[in-house]
């Protein structure tokens, strides 16, 4: 999501198309960016799906069996939401390379 | 058509490079997630222009077009004529578009739209100022809110954009919110299955202008529908529907305490956005109550 084409998209010279045709269908990794990160207690999590639909990169799995709630680390940028949102407390945010 | 170098869940690309927090990446997710494939984007400059791509990268699997601030409208409007133009009734031309795109640049397109009622869904995501180009004040900025254009505080209210729609006379408006992602889809999909102009107005918090920690953004959001400050609403063939009474309406105290634009409106002007926010959300009842005769 950083390079920008400034050449025009080569076409036939009829159907030209000026100025840049996005057609890479693409991911930057927002998990790059994370300070903080939310961590699980599965004692509390009642799997009811909240973090998951609230998750603005939409990289929260939440499954019926084994782990509940599972995050793309390559994706989850750290906002909390998720923490914010938890009706059960279940989540909490934690610093990503530890306490300084 | 598309070269997939990422696997997403929905149409959206996971890794988009909008802030932490960012109210437009769930309302984009949402929104698209009930339209479908079989979508028409139109989307001008501004934040949400992460979705319509960067140079040759796309952020969403769907067709689209960034066109400039002022004709948005104008845009999705000849798309939504080719259609008809060659037989297609099915695909949804939508218009996703922010607050100085729609209720200050691109008044006047959306206007004329509106007017002719063209087939077309228009979405404005309202974050409240010119965010992506750093937090200038638009004419959606409420009264008191801190901007670079307006450091004192914003001396006047925002325009009304629901009010301006409904004076055209469209067939569906509605106001949602971040809040209630249901009642957000919910409306989504009643605007697709309709004919004519549509128009969403969607409150849209923004950590990086508001100024709080981008945890808070639902919650932010929550407390404006119960403070009355964003109230929730239908406009459909004529008659106003509000949604369910805030609960703490006229008490914006808390709603501005979480946030730093609001650091400067203390005292007088808390009390008289209190004010605004009672006179307006009468005003809108005794509307609802017309429709009801």
């Given at each position: 999501m950083s390079t920008q084409r400034e050449t025009p998209t080569s076409t036939p010279a009829k159907r030209r198309i000026l100025g840049p045709c996005s057609v890479v269908f693409t991911a930057a990794?927002?998990?790059?960016?994370?300070?903080e990160r939310p961590q699980l207690d599965e004692s509390k999590c009642i799997r009811c799906g909240t973090c998951a639909r609230s998750c603005p990169t939409d990289c929260i799995t939440v499954s019926r069996d084994g782990c509940p709630v599972v995050f793309d680390w390559y994706y989850c940028k750290g906002c909390g939401i998720c923490v914010n949102e938890c009706p059960k407390n279940a989540l909490s945010l934690v610093k990503e390379r530890g306490e300084h | 058509m598309l070269k997939m170098m990422a696997a997403s869940k929905g149409l959206v690309t996971h890794g988009v490079s909008s802030c932490q927090g960012c109210g437009i990446e769930l309302i984009i997710r949402n929104v698209l997630d009930v339209l479908g494939e079989d979508t028409v984007l139109v989307i001008p400059p501004g934040c949400a222009a992460l979705f319509s791509g960067t140079g040759p990268e796309a952020a969403v699997k769907l067709a689209g077009i960034q066109g400039n601030l002022e004709n948005s409208a104008a845009i999705a409007s000849g798309i939504a004529a080719g259609f008809r133009h060659q037989g297609n009734e099915h695909t949804t031309v939508c218009a996703f578009c922010g607050d100085g795109a729609t209720v200050d640049i691109g008044l006047q397109s959306l206007s004329g739209a509106m007017e002719r009622n063209e087939n077309i869904l228009y979405i404005c995501y309202d974050n409240e100022a010119y965010m992506n180009t750093g937090i200038q004040g638009s004419s959606s900025t409420p009264l008191g809110a801190s901007t670079t254009t307006t450091p004192a505080g914003k001396p006047v209210g925002s325009k009304d954009l629901i009010q301006i729609v409904m004076a055209h006379g469209v067939p569906y408006a509605a106001t949602a919110s971040v809040a209630d992602l249901g009642d957000l889809r919910r409306k989504v999909k009643k605007a697709k299955g309709i004919k004519g102009c549509r128009v969403l107005h969607i409150h849209c918090p923004c950590p990086t202008g508001w100024g709080y920690h981008s945890s808070k953004t639902i919650e932010l959001a929550r407390e404006g529908v119960d403070s009355g400050a964003w109230v929730l609403m239908e406009y459909e063939n004529g008659r106003v529907k509000l949604g369910r009474r805030p609960s703490k309406l006229g008490h914006a105290e808390d709603y501005m305490k979480l946030q730093k634009r609001f650091r400067t409106a203390v005292g007088e002007l808390t009390a008289q956005t209190n004010e605004r926010i009672i006179s307006r959300y009468e005003y809108l009842e005794k509307l609802e109550r017309l429709g009801g005769e």
């Open positions: 990794n927002t998990g790059s960016w994370r300070l | -």
